[in-house]
């Protein structure tokens, strides 16, 4: 690897959060000058040499790219009164290295405002905080590098235009924001887990961590990250030989990464010993006990259903009721989670949501109902989205 | 930085005169006395909902129609511009109308406002 393309693996991020504030939180004026400065660079390092302190270089010359292209704007407006001001920022810049964890914490509240489309929080974090290149995001996303220029622009003038506030947000949205940013990583992780494209799950896991380094306070980080590993670890064993998707109680336990589990755990602990554990330190828990048991039959049950109790108490879904549902049938047997989950049904608007019928095709299976399975079954099969998914219920329906 | 805060309303669920439209108007009273305190009021009126005329000329003709630009369920009833730091300040401001309870407040970032 040449040194600028470490630099822009290692640099990058923390030198457009650096501009960024410098800019007063111009987001797209930023990420110009940062593209100029890594052009300036691929030239003036190749003739005289890599400097000592790329950081520094790259962010003083950055610096002086977005003066230019702020003068530039003012000529091109062409208003008489405006050139007769000065531009209002200092030339010299002084490259404070002990400022950078706030301006990466600024960018990803800044990546991650509401006030963006949820797909453009991910792509905007992807590159802005993770330092993704806009090919390598495109193709995560299955979409044309052109598409996700426009979509990164678009978002990035909005910050500008709109006046989106480059900082941490005060103590009274930070709590909605921590979670609007802790879910924008989520999704990153679970964008990579559905697909089975692991180089998502690993920025998602990069992301965590550092947010996990800047916030080392707040209980839903270390939650988050928690989760991420525990859920992380299991991937190897996530899909067979032939690509089918297998169920968590058919896993291959032994193919599970221990390591990432054991970090998920410690990191959960972290979480638990700070305040009262918040929604994502509860799911960290309940992966965390599916991870120490040593098999889908020994697994905690009870304890995983109080687990799933009190997450449908904070976070209610459907989703949580029907994994509650479950739990319960393990832990008092198969009648008592069917009631659960034909509470559950009785919602029209879950009508054709497939996991009720996967999960009550199971526990109806379980109760000796093989007709009443069949049907559930073939509800699941027919509302499936992709090969995999169909493949997999199919498996499990055909299973003795 | 200014914006325009484009109130709307749904009129199937037109609140009736009565104590409830009473005590609307009392909040509105009480905002508007808020954003003049904090300095950050700039502008405000509410707008006729029904005669509205749009003009077009799409080919250099210019075709005129009656109502508003768009079909939609909600219909655009007040305007107001303030003049705060950021859209965070924006975000905040729209949340104490009484129109976000029954309709919806859209935030445009707009140039300084110029009056005559």
Not at chain 1, 153 to 164: D, G, N, P, Q, Y
Not at chain 1, 250 to 267: K, S, Y
Not at chain 1, 378 to 393: K, M, N, V, Y
Request: hydrophobic residues 45%.
């Amino acid at each position: 690897m040449s040194a600028l393309e470490r630099a822009y693996r290692d640099e990058r991020a923390a030198v457009l959060a650096t501009i960024t504030r410098r800019l007063d939180g111009d987001l797209a004026l930023a990420e110009d000058a940062v593209q100029d400065a890594f052009v300036a660079a691929a030239v003036e390092w190749d003739r005289r040499g890599v400097p000592d302190r790329p950081g520094a270089w790259l962010t003083t010359t950055a610096w002086r790219k977005a003066l230019d292209r702020l003068r530039h704007a003012r000529i091109a407006e062409a208003r008489a009164a405006d050139l007769a001001q000065p531009v209002s920022y200092d030339a010299d810049f002084d490259f404070e290295r002990s400022s950078l964890d706030d301006d990466q914490l600024r960018m990803i509240f800044t990546c991650c405002h509401p006030a963006l489309a949820p797909e453009a929080r991910m792509a905007l974090t992807l590159r802005s905080v993770a330092g993704l290149t806009v090919a390598e995001i495109a193709r995560a996303f299955l979409s044309s590098d052109s598409a996700m220029e426009r979509r990164l622009t678009r978002a990035r003038r909005k910050v500008t235009e709109a006046a989106i506030p480059f900082r941490v947000p005060p103590d009274d949205l930070l709590p909605e924001r921590l979670a609007g940013v802790l879910r924008v990583v989520y999704l990153i992780y679970t964008e990579g887990h559905g697909s089975v494209r692991g180089d998502l799950c690993e920025e998602a896991i990069r992301l965590a961590r550092l947010l996990a380094r800047l916030m080392p306070d707040e209980a839903e980080v270390a939650g988050l990250l928690a989760l991420l590993l525990v859920t992380e670890g299991r991937r190897p064993a996530r899909v067979d030989d032939a690509g089918a998707l297998v169920a968590l109680e058919e896993q291959d336990r032994g193919r599970w990464d221990r390591a990432a589990i054991a970090d998920g755990v410690a990191m959960l602990e972290r979480a638990l010993r700070l305040r009262r554990p918040g929604p994502y330190a509860i799911q960290a828990a309940i992966a965390a006990l599916h991870s120490q048991a040593a098999t889908w039959e020994a697994t905690d049950w009870p304890q995983i259903a109080g687990l799933y109790a009190e997450l449908a108490r904070l976070d209610p879904s459907p989703v949580v009721t029907i994994n509650r549902a479950v739990a319960v049938a393990f832990a008092a047997g198969a009648a008592h989670g069917l009631a659960i989950l034909d509470d559950l049904g009785a919602d029209p608007r879950l009508e054709s949501y497939l996991p009720l019928h996967a999960a009550r095709a199971e526990l109806l299976r379980r109760a000796g109902d093989a007709a009443g399975a069949d049907v559930a079954y073939a509800a699941a099969i027919a509302l499936a989205h992709s090969d995999a998914e169909r493949a997999a219920l199919e498996r499990r329906r055909d299973r003795v | 930085m200014q914006y325009l805060l484009l109130l709307t309303y749904r009129p199937e669920d037109n609140t009736q005169p009565g104590p409830e439209l009473d005590a609307e108007m009392e909040r509105w009273s009480e905002l508007t006395d808020e954003m003049r305190q904090a300095g950050v009021w700039v502008a405000a009126a509410g707008l006729t909902s029904d005669s509205a005329t749009t003009v077009r000329a799409p080919s250099g003709d210019t075709v005129i129609t009656d109502g508003p630009y768009a079909e939609t369920k909600e219909v655009l009833f007040s305007f107001i511009v303030i003049d705060v730091e950021d859209l965070d300040a924006a975000i905040a401001w729209a949340e104490k109308t009484p129109a976000v309870t029954y309709g919806s407040v859209e935030i445009r970032p707009m140039d300084r406002l110029t009056l005559k």
